[in-house]
C-alpha cells in the first residue's frame, strides 16, 4: 500500500498562508492522482482539490479556486497545498489522499489516506 504523511499545518490569522506537504511512500506507482481533503468537527469529509502525477492536472473546490494552489515533486514523491488568503471557514484537519484514476473529487475513490493536519485560522 502507499503511506502518506502530511505536515505543515499549524494555527494563523485571517488572510495569512500555510503551506501543507505531503510525502508519498511504498507502492506508489499505481497511485495516477492526490488531492487535499479537509474536514471540521461536526462535518462531512470535503473536497479540496487534486492534481495527476504525470500531467499535474488540477482541479479545485469552488471555495477555494483562487486561494489555494496545488502542486507536486514527481522526484521527491511530494505533494504540497499553498494556501492563501485563508478564511477562519478554512478551518479544518487538512488530509492527503491517493488514488488510481487520474482526477476525482470523490472520497471513496481514494485508497490512501495520511494521518492529517490541523490547520486552524483565527480572525
Known amino acids: 500500500q502507499v503511506q502518506l504523511v502530511e505536515s505543515g499545518g499549524g494555527s494563523v490569522q485571517a488572510g495569512g498562508s500555510l503551506r501543507l506537504s505531503c510525502v508519498a511512500s511504498g507502492r506508489t506507482f499505481s497511485t495516477n492522482a492526490m488531492a487535499w481533503f479537509r474536514q471540521a468537527p461536526g462535518k462531512e469529509r470535503e473536497f479540496v482539490t487534486a492534481?495527476?502525477?504525470?500531467?499535474?492536472?488540477?482541479r479545485y473546490a469552488e471555495s477555494v479556486k483562487g486561494r489555494f494552489t496545488i502542486s507536486r515533486d514527481n522526484v521527491k514523491k511530494m505533494v504540497y497545498l499553498q494556501m492563501n488568503s485563508l478564511k477562519p471557514e478554512d478551518t479544518a484537519v487538512y488530509y492527503c489522499?491517493?488514488?488510481?484514476?487520474?482526477?476525482?473529487?470523490?472520497?471513496?475513490?481514494?485508497?490512501?489516506w495520511g494521518q492529517g493536519t490541523q490547520v486552524t485560522v483565527s480572525s
Open positions: 489522499a491517493g488514488s488510481q484514476k487520474w482526477v476525482s473529487s470523490f472520497a471513496a475513490d481514494f485508497g490512501s
Open positions: 492534481i495527476t502525477w504525470s500531467w499535474g492536472i488540477t
